[in-house]
């Protein structure tokens, strides 16, 4: 079962990690978006790092309500409300309990990234966060290592599509060959979420 | 109808220039002594290009005189950001809608709409016929 601790570590570890990546996620942006989606949710998660600690919230919702909050309010770009929703939406589906079952994480998760397709209007193909998380939310039945392989398959198989949601899309073929940075970005969560189980794991 | 009953409308740009010369440009068209509510929520809270939450939220608040509130967005992430504001429920006036409008021509349909006492309803609906004007 995972606890609400479970769920500030995987905050804190995506936070870490996208401070990390934070260059190569612009890097990425910068041939076919605004070049500044590392350093926008860079601003986002070191929020949500900084929020978690401060009001410490003892459901595995919650911390991820609270998280989403934060993400909506700090990061300025499309990621702030795309981001916010997956982790509020996936939050409020995991209810008020103390912990959570990995089938209702993935339930609940697979929930957050609906309502993701359903605020940004994209579908899998369409070059988005949306190829990493779909493959990461059907591969989380079979494991969270699973998960972490499916999402990263997922942000590589976008570089030969062309972008059809987001500033991407008005360049048209141009798009093609660029990894996608909201993709790329929603594997590094996923990465940190198993990193997050292989600790727990560990400590057993 | 008196100023308190007007309906609000908040500007929501990547830009803070582009919201407030908007917003200037909508009340300008409105005429002479018609007084609406509008607040511009451009940029983000440093100045830079992008969507503020807290902007909008401050803004929406603003103009809120209990007849509502009609937001009008440029670009891709103020469109997100407000959807994600409405769907939080407490962050915006209770009665505040994200009008489907082309910023310019929807916030000067928008405002001098809402200059004449319309309610809400009344207010989209003109900013959303914007998009039917054609320039060919």
Known sequence: ?????????????????????????????SPIGDADHGSNLHRGFTAVAAVL????????????????????STVGGASGPLYGTLLRR????????????????????RAGVDAVMTLGGAAPGDK??????????????ESFAAARAAAEEGASATTPLQARKGRASYLG??????????????????????TTADTEAADV | MSEE??????????????????AELARGLAGAGAFVPVAPAGGTEDGGLGTSAELISAAAASVD???????????????????ALLAE???????????DAPFVEGAVAAVVTASTGADLTAVAAAASEAYTYRKE
């Open chain 1, 173 to 194: 073929e141009r798009s093609i060959g660029h990894q996608d940075p909201g993709a790329t970005s929603a594997a590094l969560l996923i990465a940190a979420l198993a």
């Open chain 1, 1 to 29: 079962m995972l606890d609400a601790d479970f769920f500030r570590r995987w905050m804190t570890a995506t936070a870490a990690s996208v401070e990390r990546e934070a260059e190569r996620l612009t890097e990425l942006d």
């Open chain 1, 90 to 109: 996936t939050g409020k589906a995991l209810g008020d309990a103390a912990e959570v079952s990995e089938a209702q994480l993935t339930d609940a998760l």
């Open chain 1, 53 to 72: 600690e401060k009001e410490a919230p003892d459901t595995p919702g919650a911390v991820l309500v609270l998280a989403g909050r934060q993400l909506i």
């Open chain 1, 128 to 141: 988005t966060m949306v190829d990493a998380l779909v493959p990461a939310v059907d591969a989380l039945a």
């Open chain 2, 5 to 22: 009953k007007r309906v609000g409308i908040v500007l929501v740009s990547h830009s803070a220039a582009v919201a407030a010369s908007v």
């Open chain 2, 89 to 99: 429920g407490d962050e915006l006036p209770a009665d505040t809608r994200l009008v």
């Open chain 2, 65 to 83: 005189r209990g007849a509502g509130v009609a937001v009008l967005t440029d670009l891709g992430s103020a469109v997100l950001t407000v959807k």
